[in-house]
């Protein structure tokens, strides 16, 4: 059993991989970043793949050894383009999956070789007068193929979404009433009577190779602006366009663990994005509300407006009649990712997830209702619901719940209420950590409320909600005519 040559040189490129892999929770401009991350591009599974082919470049003349630096590039470049081509078809692609694959695969043919049990053999080729021109070298045997909790408090704000009997325009409900609602061939050896390339054909096979690592290197380095996609279970997952996320918000849940991007929006345009928004309920019919919970907003899409790096949502008194036929005095704002009418697919649905939003609640919170939540993508309907921030007639105390059905059918429900604090103030990040095992509440990044009975915690896609309603409980004094609920951004990370 033979030690293979190089050892020395394989650890060291299976360590690029690995640092490369590590520097991209650097910034996307960071100087070791772009120099880790373009080593590895450009050099990484080339590089590799050569030091098992020892009759390739072994003569001192410099021409070969441009020749294998060459093939070197190409192939780590060829190898790093498919990855990058499979994430975006696949519609998930991230800076931290494409250089972990990549590391990854220079590690394996790095490392696999220096293994006791799988040593590397190097078939010598025959002289020239006996060759046969179609024997490649052998190759190494083995070788891949192809490239704190708290205690339940009183009655929540939830609302169950039970759909109303009876159809509106042969659509559905007239009102859905939310009760709260591969690898390459090993290089042929080099035979005597093969003719050498002429220096002016390396340099244009070297310029090619560096060509195409710079542009993959360039895509690489700023994919802190590309996109990807969402998460979701079933045929009520939606795709979508994720992105890294910019300067000023989160790079990370607060909650621990490994973690990618999969939605995300920072209201940055002039307009909503229809791809990822709707501005009304499953239940939208030229406009909606929650009767379930005794609201006396009618949402409009012209309500929910974006300028100025944010979201606006506006409640304003002016008297309207809904398509249900009914008079509502005031109007309001919401977005959904969920459809646009009964019948039609979710735009985005999640099954478990770090969701978060950076919120400013109304200063004026008498008669309003913000909330930041999840409602089922399937049923359209509560519970199971997880409100993840809710201000009822409040910009005091943040309400955390968790809803889901009980035996009998009811609605049943544990949750915290947290502060006082000046939620109206300025903008205060509220998140939820949803796992099979533990839905875990947080404000700021700090954790305050954790329920961990499996039993009771949902399973099914959920659609991520933000509205702004009016009248819950109280209706607004006569001195108020309007109310905003501001949002930043709204992030969706998946392990």
């Known amino acids: 059993m033979r030690t293979p040559p190089r050892t020395v040189p394989r650890l060291l ?63 780590s470049t060829a190898c790093a383009t ?65 490239p704190p909790p708290g205690p339940p408090r009183g009655p929540s704000p939830g609302r169950p979404l039970r759909p109303s009997p009876g159809p509106v325009s042969g659509e559905g409900p007239s009102e859905a009433v939310p009760p709260a609602p591969r690898r390459s061939p090993a290089p042929r050896a080099e035979q005597s009577h093969r003719p050498r390339q002429s220096p002016r054909a390396h340099r244009v096979h070297r310029g090619a190779a560096a060509a195409g690592g710079a542009a993959l290197l360039t895509l690489l380095a700023a994919c802190s602006g590309s996109t990807g996609s969402t998460g979701g279970s079933g045929p009520t997952a939606a795709g979508s366009d994720a992105a890294q996320p910019k ?64 979201l606006t949502l506006t409640a304003q008194r002016r008297t ?55 409602i089922p993508a399937a049923t359209r309907g509560t519970p199971p619901e997880v409100d993840i921030a809710e201000f009822p007639n409040t910009d005091q105390y943040v309400h955390m719940n968790l809803h889901w059905r009980g035996a009998d059918g009811s609605d049943q429900h544990i949750g915290q209420n947290w502060g006082p604090a000046a939620f109206s103030a300025g903008y205060h990040v509220f998140a939820v950590d949803w796992e099979p095992s533990a839905v875990t509440w947080y404000i700021d990044g700090r954790e305050w409320f954790r329920f961990t009975d499996p ?41």
């Open 320 to 374: 309207v009649t809904g398509s249900d036929g009914r008079t509502y005095p005031w109007v309001s704002g919401m977005i959904s990712t969920g459809r646009d009418n009964w019948n039609a697919p979710p735009r985005h649905a999640f099954t478990y997830g770090y969701f978060a939003a950076s919120l400013k609640v109304p200063a004026n919170p008498a008669g309003f209702f913000p909330a930041f939540w999840l």
């Open 247 to 310: 300067s000023g918000v989160p790079a990370a849940p607060a909650a621990g663990g490994s973690w990618r991007l999969v939605f995300q929006d920072e209201f940055s345009g002039t307009t909503l994005d229809g791809k990822d928004w709707t501005t009304c309920y499953d239940w939208n019919n030229a406009g909606c509300t929650n009767a379930g919970n005794g609201e006396r907003q009618w949402y409009q899409p012209g309500q929910a407006k974006v300028a100025d790096n944010r």
């Open 13 to 75: 490129l299976a360590l690029l991989g690995w640092a490369a892999l590590a520097s991209t929770a650097l910034p996307a401009a960071n100087p070791l970043r772009v120099a880790l991350v373009g080593a590895l591009v450009l050099a990484g599974p080339g590089t590799a793949a050569l030091l098992g082919r020892p009759t390739v470049a072994r003569t001192a003349d410099g021409t070969d050894r441009l020749a294998s630096a060459s093939l070197a590039v190409a192939i």
């Open 82 to 146: 498919l990855v990058a081509v499979a994430f975006f078809l696949a519609r998930d692609f991230s800076v931290a999956g494409a250089v972990a694959v990549l590391a990854g695969v220079t590690t394996l043919l790095a490392v696999l070789p220096l293994l006791p049990l799988l040593p590397l053999r190097v078939r010598r080729a025959p002289a020239a007068s006996g060759s046969s021109a179609g024997s490649p070298p052998g190759s190494p045997p083995g070788s891949p193929s192809g």
């Open 455 to 495: 039993s009771r915690i949902p399973n099914v896609a959920m659609e991520v909600v933000i509205n702004l309603a009016v009248g819950y409980l109280e209706l607004p004094p006569d001195t108020t005519d309007s109310a905003t609920t501001d949002v930043q951004w709204v992030q969706v990370w998946q392990h």
